[in-house]
């Protein structure tokens, strides 16, 4: 227990990493997920068709080699980018936004047509069946999806460790290797410290599912 | 055609959606011309660079070191978490407490944990050395992963069978072990098999994850290449190119399977992030 105490400090900075990975790639990914879902379920062929490319490209491609397109292959192009941090943050969001894509995507696809259909049929315009009638209900089907997607992320953020990025699993390996005698409780520790984030997560999203239930 | 976003479009909002078909493909292609012309700048498609990849060693080392023993991996984790899964989620459906509780901890602590921060611990603690080597860390890592979400699965698919099933097992004097290997099982593990699959693809792309640990499979296999030829894009290329197209036949049979088994009745679907 003496180890993990006396470099406490070391491993708290280590998961401040984490937690900056998890919290810039999951608003980039965010954002380009929807991007890619608005292009998927929009009324543009090729956008549509572009968006279902680069999701089956991506979702069956490991995330360890989508790091090494960015770490190893991104340099070889002469497209450096210098900070570890930022290719990490593009890696990681490389790969979620076609999570994303995909929940924000069965969201919308769980409203049933009716609803559009009946909001047309009472005269509502376009910007008011949108905002009334089909995201709100799409918003509510999107929050469990998406909090699983970004629970993954958090667990992904591990991967940055195989490419120098100092965050909390490459933290371990260190930790391991200096004190091997201490190696469950290291891991316990780490495990710990992982689980607190997923359960943050799981815990904001169970609390938006309550908030915006409706009474059926 | 009419969708929950929008209406059938009209004559002025077809011309309008072929203006932007055509801007966005003309942006989509000049990204990729882009992505060409700097591998042709930095000499990407030099023959050289992609010899590995037509000499008959080095395709034999992809096929055979890389993807036979990531599928390997892959395929012995999965049996072994299939196994794993069944006791967990039999432990969690349990009405024994003392049974329950325990096995809903250990599916809640490795499915939480990150399957990286496993492997490592499990390679640099019982791998190393004389230990049991970096390919039954990660075969070990994935099984603890995927055993436990398959427990999920489980005992989700347990519950899916209707309740009348169990009941009319049960008033025709069957046990409860009866019930459940002769009647909720065969019809569960139905429901179950799309989300078996699904999660093979999910354990063949985490396969990749030994790189970290020096393990065998593609991503081994290809750090080699590049190393030797220093041919870093082709490789990348190549190793996604093979990724996905197993992974795409992994998922067409998942549908096939699920088409036969269940004719489009209500399945599992697992997020596969």
Redesign the interface.
Known sequence: MSYVISNFELMLSAFRLTLELFVLSAVVSLVFGTLLAAAR???????AR?GAVYV??V???????VF??VF??MP????NIDSFMAKGVLALSVY?SA?VC??MRSG??S???G???AS?AIGLT?TQS?GLV?LPQALRAVVP?LA??L?????????G??FGLAE??FR??GF??DNTSE??LI?LT??IG??VL??IVSAGAILLERRWRVAR | M??????A?GPR?RAR?RT??II??VA?LLLLAF?GW??Y??G?FEYEKWEPFVTPEYIRALLVDGLLQTLLMAFSSIILAVVLGMVLGMGKLSEQAWLRWPCWLVVE?FR??????LI??IY??YGIGDGIGSYWSVVIGLTLYNGSVLAEVFRAGINAVPKGQSEAAYAIGMRKFQVMTSVLMPQGVKIMLPAIISQC?VAL?????G??VAAPGL?RV?KGI?VEFAN??PT?IV??AI??VT??VL?WIATKVQRRLTGERKVLVS???
């Open positions: 379920v929009g009324p543009v062929p090729v956008l572009a089956t490209l979702r069956n491609t490991p995330l360890l080699v090494i397109f190893v292959v070889q192009l002469e497209m979620t999570f995909e929940a919308i696809n409203v049933p047509l609803q559009a259909e047309r376009f949108m089909v999806p699983s997607v629970i993954a992320l958090i667990k992904n953020t591990s991967v460790a195989a909390a699993t371990m390996k391991t290797n190696r469950p891991f780490f495990a992982y689980i997923v359960e | 009419s969708s929950v976003l929008f209406d479009a909002a959606y932007y078909s966005s493909a989509l992505l700097r591998m700048d930095t990407q602590f939480a944990v990150p399957l990286l921060l490592v611990f640099f603690t693809v792309k985490d396969t990749s994850l790189f970290y991503t290809g590049y870093q894009v990348a190793l996604a990724y996905i992974n795409l998922s997020s596969g992030a």
